[in-house]
């Protein structure tokens, strides 16, 4: 083929990667024709001669992998499935409807889709974690291509992927900026500025290359310069036009997300040369090597502790992370700059080449653990609880993305002591407990907390354990070993640590609090008075039935007790366990009361011991809550 068939060729896929984005989104009546307009000349090189995928076996390892990080141009990746004929033209124009795989926003729900995106500047830092798994794991010669729009270069997210690519040196990750000048309400920040945005990109240490965007032979220029560096990420930054190719559309504002009316369709179709059903063979990857061997994996051997002992349980989580990586070669770990805290440093010395250390960057971890579960790895993220919420978009986006992921957020609670508010992870629960299919644990001792990692790891091969999002909430302070080394925690299971026939209430606690749930057992027991404990270490999902025993048998009282904002955590996960099942219902003549003692002030620095009394958490506002309970009861009697 000629360089000027070629470029023929080029032009004409282009065009019809615009007319059938016009096309589905005026059917659906909704989305983004003229954002994915504009960079329809770059995906129609890329698609041609650049890509080397295989549609018919996406879970070839040697494939390039492509993130559409301005999700909302959906309609453009759609059409470029329909070139590369693995969806029909009939299923292009179901766009948006109910039932359809094309959503307004790609989701896995393809088989040639990654991840989720549509919350912008998550692709970049997601395509640094598939790059790491290409670089250093899988160490196969694929090529990760990110198209970005202008507009969410100003996310934080952005800059943080443009500093650890570098830092890694990626140079088989390329980005593509769309630099179409136009946002949703006006101009972008930078505008047509492409200088700017390159010296931006090098300063972070990338390649930056400027292209007219609409120029087919500059872009076959800079793909091909970009996939011959071998030193360093390379950023295209290409100056295109909203709504290229319509006089009525190309770079005029107020159409951001609007679709056109059928006779407006009608002409800017016959304004791109109408309609065209052009196929194309896209390259197959040239390599057919396997991933690399990380290791051979041995019987897992967990860590065990004595009774009374006292270890932190975010001390147990580093050691039984560690057993996890002789056990299971496809465990890679990331943390946060804190892993001397949350014990991360035990996995990194002894296999560095499955750790990622991300600094302060919470955004692009959690993001690089959706990226390395892209290729089938097993990624642990930590840091403190607190700093979590940072990148709680991510975590989000990571269950739409349907990614397995496992987050550890240590430090949480008034429990960590002098180091006040800031650092007290309060919301860690609501936080995880709100994100769909997502699994949230919180160990209360060091046996306990090896036992949930290696579930959290699907160790014990129960995968309907550790599929979703998993949060592991670990304690700072060292406390005493209270279960034995045999005992086994299922996921959503409870262990109850004192029960008779004469309990009359039930102290539910997890962790910091189940300890000073049992000291107030034994007050209370000096006093005469017996309450069941249970310990709810699955916090979600939580144990219906055990509670719901609990509160016929404790006269219907029950009191939850936790190192946590009053909301969303533990408490309301045991009222959620009564949902649908009417607390007018008698309990021994009683009626269901649920007493939630949790943090309501803002907390100060203070001892661990002071702040959990001031918060009324400890085993004295247990004792006190209790008692104020029996005596209602005896009133009522």
Known sequence: MTTQEQLHQWQELAQQLRVDSIRATTVAGSGHPTSSMSPADLMAVLLSKYLHYDFDHPDNPNNDRFILSKGHAAPLLYSMYKAAGVISDQELLSLRQLGSRLEGHPTPVFPWVDVATGSLGQGLPIGVGVALAGKYLDQLPYNIWVLLGDSETAEGSVWEAFDHASHYSLDNLIAIIDVNRLGQRGQTELGWNTQAYA??????????????????????????????????????????????GVKTLEDIGGWHGKALKAEQEQQAVAELGGERHI??????????????????????????????QKVATRRAYGDALLALGTS???????????????YAEDFAEAFPERYFEMYIAEQ???????????????????TFAAFLTRAYDFVRMAAVSRANIKLVGSHAGVSIGQDGASQMGLEDLAAFRAVWNSTVLYPSDANQTAKLVAQMSDAYGKQSDRTGIVYLRTTRESTPVIYSSEETFPIGGSKTLHRSHEDQATVIGAGITLHEALKAYDKLKNEGIKVRVIDAYSVKPIDVQTLRQAAKDTNGNLIVVEDHWLEGGLGDAVLDAFAGNSSTHPYKGSQLQIIKLAVRDMPTSGTPEELLHAAKIDADAIVETVKSQVRQLVGVS
Do not use: C
């Open 328 to 342: 299971q070669p496809d465990v890679v770990v990331l943390d946060a700059e804190v892993n001397n805290s949350t």
């Open 199 to 244: 010296n931006r990109a090098k300063a972070f240490g990338w390649q930056a290359i400027e292209i007219d965007g609409h120029n087919l032979t500059e872009i076959d220029q800079a793909f091909s310069a970009a996939v011959a560096v071998n030193d360093r990420p390379t950023v295209i930054i290409a100056k295109t036009k909203k709504g290229k």
């Open 279 to 308: 196929t194309i063979t896209v390259d197959q990857p040239e390599s057919h090597s396997q991933p690399a061997v990380l290791g051979v994996p041995q019987p897992l051997q967990l860590p065990t502790y004595k009774k009374d």
């Open 364 to 382: 692009q971890m959690i993001a690089a653990a959706v990226g390395l579960q892209v290729r089938k790895y097993k990624p642990f993220a930590s």
